[in-house]
């Protein structure tokens, strides 16, 4: 049975800007997981909500930049010009010019830090200029959540948003390489917590895409939730770090990405179920003093 009301829960909202600003990085160093995806749904709810958000787009595809900026011409009527697309270009945050970069508004509660190609020679910067990212959003304190969408690829771009965020939040599929690619996140963690980022923490790994008619992915799932694992193994390990929804691999998710649109708002039914369940899931572990 489809819902009717997606309101997000008022009380949750307001635990989340009492806490706030926090940033929340969206990493997987495997592609296609659903990061970009996940990162542009969760932005416009939570802006619709009435939390002010900003997005941030490190992945040099800027597919991020693209939906959101379709959703704030299709949905709000904006019409965007270069300069403020560029002046808004998150590869300018890690320069000397970046006392000039502004985010670009998309709607009253959403705003953007844009991403291209440019972003590519994130790849040859110097060490020290990636701690920019962090002393760029702790300026941004008109925001309560900003997240940040990364590239697949291991390196600097995860670098910087590891420097930056407070949570990590990794979408993952049910199948062996996202397993592994989820050990691959917590070491990440782990190591920037020790080195650089003691406040990080894995918010959560939202198993994104399952097929529930294929019985390897539902192994995968049981798996990956520590269902009958022992307790030295690392899924019973995180058990309680993987949320309880898990997003079905729903045409729907791609086509509200294609019209900018919130899925809430697209189409009511499964795809919009499991999507307001996962975001009251998340904002209970936002507005949680520790994740
Ligand atoms: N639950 C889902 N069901 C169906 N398609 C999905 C789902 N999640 C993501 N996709 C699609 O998979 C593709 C990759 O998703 P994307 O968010 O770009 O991954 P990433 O950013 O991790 O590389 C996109 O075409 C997206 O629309
Ligand atoms: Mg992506």
New binding site residues.
């Given amino acids: 049975m489809a819902r009717y009301n997606y309101d997000l829960p008022s009380d949750l909202i307001e635990k989340v800007r009492a806490k706030g600003p926090m940033v929340v990085a969206?990493l997987?160093e495997?592609?296609?997981?659903?990061?970009?995806?996940?990162?542009?749904q969760i932005c416009v709810h939570l802006a619709e909500a009435g939390l002010k958000v900003l997005a941030v787009d490190l992945?040099p595809?800027g597919?991020?930049t693209k939906t959101t900026l379709r959703y704030g011409e299709l949905q709000h009527d904006r019409v965007f010009s270069d300069v403020d697309i560029d002046r808004a270009n998150s590869m300018t945050i890690f320069s000397n010019a970046n006392e000039r970069v502004k985010p670009v508004p998309v709607s009253d509660n959403l705003s953007l830090n844009t991403g291209n190609t440019n972003l590519v020679a994130l790849m040859g910067i110097q060490h020290d200029l990636l701690l920019e990212l962090d002393e760029y959003l702790a300026r941004q304190t008109e925001f309560d959540v900003m997240i940040i969408?990364c590239?697949?690829t291991p390196g600097n771009h995860v670098t910087a948003a590891a420097m930056a965020a407070d949570y990590v939040l990794s979408?993952a599929n049910a199948d062996e390489y996202s397993s592994d690619a989820i050990k691959n996140v917590v070491k990440t963690i782990t190591r920037f917590k020790r080195k650089y980022n003691p406040g990080l923490n894995l918010l959560g790994v939202i198993l994104?895409?399952?097929d529930n008619s294929s019985k390897i992915k539902k192994d995968y799932v049981e798996l990956m939730r520590g269902e009958g694992a022992d307790p030295d193994e690392f899924y019973f390990g995180i058990r309680d770090k993987i949320f309880e929804t898990r997003?079905?691999?729903?045409?729907?998710?791609?086509?509200a990405?294609?019209v900018g649109m919130p899925i809430t708002r697209y189409q009511r039914g499964n795809?919009a179920d499991?999507m307001y369940s996962f975001l009251q899931e998340l904002l209970t572990r936002l507005s949680k003093e520790e994740a």
Avoid at 30 to 40: A, N, P
Avoid at 247 to 255: D, I, N
């Fill in positions: 969206t997987n495997k592609g296609g997981v659903g990061k970009t995806t996940l990162t542009f992945d595809q597919n991020l969408d590239p697949p979408p994104n895409d399952v997003l079905g691999k729903r045409v729907a998710f791609q086509e990405q294609t795809a499991e």
